[in-house]
């Protein structure tokens, strides 16, 4: 997960509603339903999160955890909670100033389309839409409990065949070997 760009998605999001702010679960069925369109039409998410399936429908777990402050890095929470409030179960955006420029011109076209077909459904409507197997046939119900949601199952579920999900996952690892490699190097 990317926290910078994380934030950057947030923002982004909360900017399209009145006063900056937004019911959190809204927010998080968005962002997981951005991501699931992404990996639909690039392989790749836009927030590189974890998902896990709740009682009210998918997460992405590192945003969850941010936004009840419990994410478990102090120096990423104190980043966040820098940019955001939660009033009850309200994001807001603490500052304006939150930058777009780590989003491609594509992720914002697919968090604008996302947006538009859901901008005035109500969090429970948001509930409902993740539960359909229609629209989300990764979702199980974990009975008060979580399961995550794994990559390879959100490409089964977009209908990707057993040799498509092969060569994505290995090109994940490819590109995270490769950004490890890269880090190492900058140090």
């Known amino acids: 997960m990317n926290l910078e760009k994380l ?9 399209k509603y009145k006063e900056t702010t937004l019911n ?45 402050g419990k994410y478990t ?3 990423s929470q104190n980043l966040w909670n820098a940019r955001f409030i939660k ?14 420029s780590k989003l491609s011109e594509c992720e914002k076209e697919i968090l604008d389309k996302i947006d538009a077909e859901y901008h005035e459904a109500s969090w429970q409507t948001m509930i409902q839409v993740v539960h359909n197997p229609q629209v989300c046939p990764e979702w199980q119900n ?12 959100i490409l089964e579920g977009l209908g ?3 040799e498509e999900i092969d060569f994505i996952l ?10 490890k490699e890269l880090a190492a190097l900058s140090v």
Request: charged share 30%; no cysteine; aromatic share 10%.
């Open 73 to 75: 890095d102090s120096a």
């Open 160 to 162: 990707r065949t057993q």
């Open 170 to 179: 290995s090109e994940d690892a490819y590109y995270r070997n490769e950004e």
């Open 24 to 68: 959190y679960t809204k927010l998080i069925k968005l962002m997981y339903l951005a991501d699931r369109e992404s990996i639909r039409e690039t392989n790749v998410s836009i927030t590189g999160d974890v998902y896990y399936s709740l009682d009210n429908g998918p997460v992405l777990s590192g945003v969850y955890d941010l936004i009840k």
């Open 7 to 15: 934030i950057q998605v947030t923002g982004y999001i909360l900017k």
């Open 87 to 100: 009033d009850g179960y309200n994001l807001m955006l603490a500052t304006e100033r939150i930058p777009d």
């Open 142 to 153: 974990p009975n008060g409990s979580r399961l995550p949601i794994k990559k390879e199952t």
